[in-house]
Nanobody, 122 residues
Framework: VQLVESGVGSVQAGGSLTLSCSAS????????MGWFRQGPGKEREGVAT???????TYAESVKGRFTISQDDADNTLYLQMNSLQPEDSATYYC?????????????????WGQGTQVTVSS
């Protein structure tokens, strides 16, 4: 199983970034996907999730600014991030869960990418 995140990592406050996550080694359509982030000294937190039918869930802190989407044909997950703020700076991870679709609890996810750093400067 491989989840590989990618995306340009630095932006000024108010800017936008798109992260991608390429998945392989498992039946992508049978899993629900999520984006998580972890800042220095902080616990990992859920950002957004998407089910196989396209149902999405967002953390309150990113609602209206972030959009999660996926391309089932390419087994690729995306996170479009707009109106970024310095508090959004963190390492961002994509993850997969087989049973806990819609959950923002990182402990319910079994497959993880290596993470990609996002830095938002003021």
């Amino acid at each position: 199983v491989q989840l590989v995140e990618s995306g340009v990592g630095s932006v000024q406050a108010g800017g936008s970034l798109t992260l991608s996550c390429s998945a392989s080694g498992f039946t992508y359509s049978s899993y629900c996907m999520g984006w998580f982030r972890q800042g220095p000294g902080k616990e990992r937190e859920g950002v957004a999730t998407i089910d196989s039918d396209g149902t999405t869930t967002y953390a309150e802190s990113v609602k209206g600014r972030f959009t999660i989407s996926q391309d089932d044909a390419d087994n690729t997950l995306y996170l479009q991030m707009n109106s970024l703020q310095p508090e959004d700076s963190a390492t961002y991870y994509c993850a997969a869960t087989g049973f806990f679709c819609g959950s923002l609890d990182y402990r319910r996810y079994i497959y993880w990418g290596q993470g990609t750093q996002v830095t938002v400067s003021s």
